[in-house]
């Protein structure tokens, strides 16, 4: 059984430019939501999506945008990269129907994201 | 806003019993207490979940007490595997942009 699976594993930007970070949810997950981990902190909430549309958001910047395709994966795009957009990016999938009230989400290894 | 406060590093050996406090003041009636683990360089793994009293799977216990603004999350005979940070989280599904990582409790089991 595959879990969350994200690529690239590791990417190097600079300043202005765009990047896309994919993420293939874990099998019968139709829920995937990504994260924000600087070092030293905890990962913090960027969005998630269910049913192709982004149905939460955290206190980020229209910068960071998504999408999630009929498939369930899902793409995080950030545009006009800032120094301070280096972090892991993590990927986390869930099954929406799943209960108790907080599904547990199943994470990816992440995206290991550097700008010069 | 959800927040929770955890101490940022423990020490303990190999074989001892390790647990680990997070504080919720402000924890809402539909709540649920969260607890992940992370090691270096992977994303957080779930470790437990509960509403109040007594949870228990196969490798952990998690403690709320009656009024739910605190839990602890128990760890029986940790081994040098356990080493890693641990997060505690409060929220429902439908406020995942109110939960709050936070620092984590950085565990470091010695031999």
């Known amino acids: 059984d595959a879990g969350v699976t994200q690529s690239p594993t590791h990417l190097i930007k600079t300043r202005g430019q765009q990047v896309t970070l994919r993420c293939s949810p874990k099998?019968?997950?139709?829920?995937v939501s990504w994260y924000q981990q600087a070092l030293g902190q905890g990962p913090q909430f960027i969005f998630q999506?269910?049913?192709?549309?982004?149905?939460q958001r955290g206190n980020f910047p229209d910068r960071f945008s998504g999408h999630q395709f009929p498939n369930y994966s899902s793409e995080l795009n950030v545009n006009a990269l800032l120094l301070g957009d280096s972090a892991l990016y993590l990927c986390?999938?869930?099954?929406?129907?799943?209960?108790?009230?907080?599904?547990?989400?199943?994470f990816g290894p992440g995206t290991r994201l550097t700008v010069l | 806003l959800a927040k929770t406060t955890q101490p940022i590093s423990m020490d303990s050996y190999e074989g001892q019993e390790v647990n680990i406090t997070c504080s919720h003041n402000?924890?809402?009636?539909?709540?649920?207490i969260t607890w992940y683990q992370q090691f270096p360089s992977q994303g957080p793994r779930f470790i437990i979940q509960?509403?109040?009293t007594k949870v228990t799977n196969e490798v952990a216990s998690l403690f709320i007490p009656a009024d739910r603004k605190s839990s602890t999350l128990s760890l029986p005979r940790v081994s040098l595997s356990d080493t890693a940070v641990y997060y505690c989280?409060?929220?429902?599904?439908?406020?995942?942009?109110?939960?709050?990582f936070g620092p984590g409790t950085s565990l470091s089991v010695i031999p």
């Open positions: 989280l409060v929220g429902t599904k439908t406020s995942y942009d109110k939960v709050i």
């Open positions: 509960g509403y109040k």
């Open positions: 999506y269910y049913e192709e549309e982004e149905r």
């Open positions: 986390a999938s869930s099954l929406e129907v799943a209960g108790p009230p907080v599904n547990e989400q199943f």
């Open positions: 402000n924890i809402a009636t539909n709540d649920y």
């Open positions: 099998s019968g997950h139709d829920t």
